[in-house]
């Protein structure tokens, strides 16, 4: 079975905090995903990754990087958090082609206060 | 730019009755592929159901199937016998064949599915 993982169910930051949310998977997929999840908007991507050191900007970029050092690991930073950040964050991987289904994360439960 | 929609912000039907999920799409492309994934409480989010714009068969998956029609732009997911385990997030979504943007999806904003004992 194909499992994602990430590295926090829950985080608590302070505004202006540097935020690193980890995300790795286990069955070699070339994309990952990082997607933002808030009550009555659904998911929006914010950046995703088709290969190592590789990334584009999703819908929702403004405040984000990330970063790709290993096909298994995706991390989504966020410079200097601020409180319109707190929501879910979602990770997702998926074999590269549009048929493949996207895997999820369990999800990061970030408040910034 | 692709768009989803789903018009039913919640839903709720009778354990064992049949309910019927909406969703609506925006596109110019002839390709593509449409997937309801579901998002129990505190569980991570799993694929129900896939379904290629190229084939004409609706696709089935034992309790759930959907309802493709391409020339309204619409992907409604059956729901039959529902049972406890089926209260979740429902949520649609649409997935470009082409190349650029390739893998993203683009995601409705939900249903939520309460099933009553």
């Known amino acids: 079975d194909v499992k994602v993982t990430q590295s926090s169910r829950y985080l608590v930051k302070r505004t202006g905090e540097k935020v690193f949310l980890e995300c790795v998977q286990d069955m070699d997929h070339e994309n990952m995903f990082w997607y933002r999840q808030d009550p009555g908007l659904g998911l929006r991507l914010i950046y995703f990754s088709y290969d190592v050191k590789m990334k584009e900007k999703g819908d929702i970029p403004e405040g984000y990087s990330v970063s790709r050092e290993k096909k298994e690991r995706f991390s989504l930073i966020l410079e200097s958090a601020s409180t319109n950040q707190t929501s879910m964050y979602l990770c997702?991987?998926?074999?590269?082609?549009?048929?493949?289904?996207?895997?999820f994360g369990p999800g990061t439960r970030l408040t910034v206060t | 730019a692709q768009t989803v929609t789903q018009s039913q912000p919640e839903m709720s039907v009778q354990e064992a009755e049949t309910v019927t999920l909406s969703c609506t799409y925006d596109?110019?492309?002839?390709?593509?592929?449409l997937f309801w994934y579901k998002q129990p409480p505190s569980r991570q989010m799993i694929l129900v159901i896939r379904q290629e714009a190229y084939k004409q068969q609706n696709a089935t998956e034992n309790r759930f199937s959907v309802n493709f029609q391409k020339a309204a732009k619409s992907f409604s997911l059956k729901i039959s016998d529902s049972q406890l385990g089926d209260a979740a997030m429902y949520f649609c979504?649409?997935?470009?064949?082409?190349?650029?943007?390739?893998?993203?999806?683009?995601f409705g904003k939900g249903t939520k599915l309460s099933v009553k004992p």
């Open positions: 596109t110019s492309e002839s390709d593509y592929y």
């Open positions: 997702a991987s998926s074999l590269w082609g549009a048929n493949y289904e996207q895997y």
């Open positions: 979504a649409y997935r470009s064949s082409n190349g650029g943007s390739q893998g993203n999806l683009i």
